[in-house]
C-alpha cells in the first residue's frame, strides 16, 4: 500500500539557518504530495501541494519538489523564523478519491 | 466560512463510558475523514466515508463506529472508552471530483481516557 517516511525529528535549528526535512514515499500509479504544518495547539494547515513529476510547491518561503525518480518530496526553506516552529507532515493522497497517507510528523524548533 | 468544525474540542473520560465526536463541513464536500494523532505515530486514519451513505475502515477501525448523518456531518462513536483511545482526533473533508485536491482539518478533539 502507499506509505510516506518522513525525518525523525526533533529538530532544532538556530534563525536564519537552512532547513531541509526529508520525505520518501512508496505509492503505485502517480500520487500527490502534501507537506501540512501544524502549530502548537492547532490543527492541520496545508503549506504546500504538488500534483505531479517535477511540480514544485512553494509557500511562506518553503518549498518541495516531486522527484518522481527518487520518490522524494523533502522540504526545504532558506532561512527559517522562530515563528517556522511547528509540526510538519508529509502526506500523499494516491490515484482516485482515496485518503491522505501521511508520515509521522517532524517538529522543528527555531531558537533566537 | 466556518470551514471543517469539530465538537468537543477537550473531553475526559472514565474507562467504559461511551462518547460521540461530532465534525461537520460547510464546504459542500463529498469525503469525509476521521484521523488520530499520537505522538511518534503521525495521523492514521479510523474511518471514512467517500460519498453520503458510505463508510469504509481504515488503518485503525477497532473501537470505533461511525455515522454519516448527512453530507455536512459525520460522526464518530466510542461505545466503551479504553485508554488506549487517549489521543488527539481529527475530522477531515474533500471535495468530490478533484482527487488531487488537499483535505482540509478541523482543530482536533482532545480526548483523555482514564
Known amino acids: 500500500g502507499n506509505s510516506v517516511t518522513q525525518m525523525e525529528g526533533p529538530v532544532t535549528l538556530s534563525e536564519e539557518a537552512f532547513l531541509t526535512i526529508n520525505c520518501t514515499y512508496t505509492a503505485t500509479g502517480y500520487p500527490s504530495l502534501f507537506w501540512y504544518v501544524q502549530y502548537p495547539g492547532e490543527g492541520l494547515q496545508l503549506l504546500l501541494k504538488a500534483t505531479k513529476a517535477d511540480d514544485k510547491g512553494s509557500n511562506k518561503g518553503f518549498e518541495a519538489t516531486y522527484r518522481k525518480e527518487t520518490t522524494s518530496f523533502h522540504l526545504e526553506k532558506g532561512s527559517v523564523q522562530v515563528s517556522d516552529s511547528a509540526v510538519y507532515f508529509c502526506?500523499?493522497?494516491?490515484?482516485?478519491?482515496?485518503?491522505?497517507?501521511f508520515g509521522k510528523g517532524t517538529r522543528l524548533s527555531v531558537i533566537a | 466560512n466556518a470551514g471543517v468544525t469539530q465538537t468537543p474540542k477537550f473531553q475526559v473520560l472514565k474507562t467504559g463510558q461511551s462518547m460521540t465526536l461530532q465534525c461537520a463541513q460547510d464546504m459542500n464536500h463529498n469525503s469525509m475523514y476521521w484521523y488520530r494523532q499520537d505522538p511518534g505515530m503521525g495521523l492514521r486514519l479510523i474511518y471514512y466515508?467517500?460519498?453520503?451513505?458510505?463508510?469504509d475502515k481504515g488503518e485503525v477501525p477497532n473501537g470505533y463506529n461511525v455515522s454519516r448523518l448527512n453530507k455536512r456531518e459525520f460522526s464518530l462513536r466510542l461505545e466503551s472508552a479504553a485508554p488506549s483511545q487517549t489521543s488527539v482526533y481529527f475530522c477531515?473533508?474533500?471535495?468530490?471530483?478533484?482527487?488531487?485536491?488537499?483535505?482540509?482539518f478541523g482543530q482536533g478533539t482532545r480526548l483523555t481516557v482514564v
Open positions: 502526506a500523499l493522497r494516491g490515484s482516485g478519491n482515496t485518503p491522505l497517507v
Open positions: 477531515a473533508s474533500t471535495p468530490a471530483g478533484h482527487p488531487n485536491t488537499e483535505a482540509f
Open positions: 466515508s467517500a460519498s453520503e451513505g458510505t463508510t
